[in-house]
């Protein structure tokens, strides 16, 4: 093999590997739904690969196979055989086995007193709502924590066009449908952090639509949720919390326990304490707060917040100072 052959073996090599490590791929099912989706996946992959080489034989049997071979595969029974009753009754399985595995998913982990959350897909962010046991919620933004072990139950709808919700390590994907509520069964068998995605093109930002998904153990998850539905603590850096109430970013943004009530964007309350920023595309620092503000239509083209060249260095460094400590 030359050098250059070897070298871009290795890069498709390790873009495939870069692909499996679990944090978005359907090949690690994490919990019993996906792990029966994993299945699926696995013999559609091996069924296709296999046919794949039984027509790679039967092309090079008919180029160059010995005359009477040639002439089998050309006769009325081959067609037949392989060009129809083959496809249908493999397909009809598939559909069936498909079929079952989808009913399966929802009913597997349903249970009379799932984690109850509601997930609204926007233009181009999640809103997600969590529903307590008392009937109250606590709104929240583009990080989904769940406890493991519990049966969870996800009401998806959308505020404006099709979305589609999806965690590739524990579940298939679900659209969220104008007018409608669907809902998503699954759940989590051990702690840790996956990635999921917006698998329905919503339109100019839609690549740039993911979040983050945490799953902890259910006494880290109840000390978590009730910390996200306490309001934010008053702000140590009180300039920071001026210039955001006074420049307009209330008029979109909710900080529970201060005036700023805004419904238009992601609940700001806890934001600090997320893993990231603008529905996983910037880490949660200071820096990555000051560079939302300051160049979000650049990082995030389209996105839905108006760009704000007003702040001063100092005064951008102060907003996102207040803003990375609300956690
Ligand atoms: C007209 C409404 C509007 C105004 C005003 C507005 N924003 Fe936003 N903001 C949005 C929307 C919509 C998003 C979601 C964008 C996206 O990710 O597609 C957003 C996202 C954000 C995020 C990322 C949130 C997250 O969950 O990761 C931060 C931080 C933020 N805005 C800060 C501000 C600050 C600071 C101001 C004031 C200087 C402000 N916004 C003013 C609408 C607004
Ligand atoms: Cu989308």
């Avoid at 037949?80 to 998913?105: E, H, Q």
């Avoid at 390590?169 to 669907?182: E, H, L, Q």
């Avoid at 850096?237 to 109430?245: H, R, V, W």
Wanted: charge should be neutral; include cysteine.
């Amino acid at each position: 093999m030359s050098h250059a052959i070897k070298k871009m073996f290795c890069a498709v090599a390790l873009l495939v590997i870069a692909g499996c490590d679990g944090g978005q791929s359907a090949f690690s099912g994490l919990g019993p739904v996906s792990s029966r989706i994993t299945l699926l996946i696995w013999i559609m992959f091996i069924g296709a690969a296999l046919i794949t080489a039984l027509i790679c034989v039967l092309t090079l049997i008919s180029i160059a196979g010995p005359a009477n071979w040639r002439h089998k595969l050309t006769g009325k029974k081959s067609i037949i055989l392989g060009g129809i009753v083959f496809p249908v009754v493999t397909l009809t399985a598939l559909l069936i086995y498909g079929f079952l595995v989808l009913k399966a998913g929802g009913t597997l982990v349903q249970a009379e007193n799932p984690v109850h959350i509601s997930v609204v897909g926007e233009q181009w962010w999640w809103r997600i709502i969590y529903r307590h046991d008392d009937g109250q919620t606590t709104e929240s933004a583009n990080e989904l924590r769940i406890p493991t072990g519990r049966p969870i139950k996800i009401e998806l709808s959308t505020a404006d066009v099709i979305h589609s919700f999806w965690i590739p390590a524990y579940a298939g994907k679900v659209d969220m449908i104008p007018g409608r509520i669907n809902t998503l069964h699954f759940m989590a068998d051990k702690p840790g952090i996956v990635t999921g995605q917006c698998a329905e093109y919503c339109g100019g930002a839609h690549a740039l639509m993911s979040f983050y998904t945490v799953a902890m153990t259910p006494s880290d998850y109840d000390a978590w949720l009730a910390k996200e539905r306490a309001n934010a603590k008053p702000a140590i850096d009180n300039q920071g919390e001026q210039l955001f109430l006074s420049s307009g970013c209330g008029g979109c943004h909710t900080v529970r326990g201060t005036q700023a009530d805004g419904r238009i964007g992601p609940d700001l309350t806890h934001a600090g304490s997320r893993l990231s920023l603008g529905a996983g595309i910037l880490p949660n620092t200071t820096e990555g707060f000051a560079k939302w503000i300051s160049q979000h239509q650049t990082i995030k083209p389209e996105n839905l917040m108006p760009p704000f060249d007003i702040f001063s260095e100092s005064e951008l460094q102060s907003l996102s100072v207040y803003l990375n400590s609300l956690e």
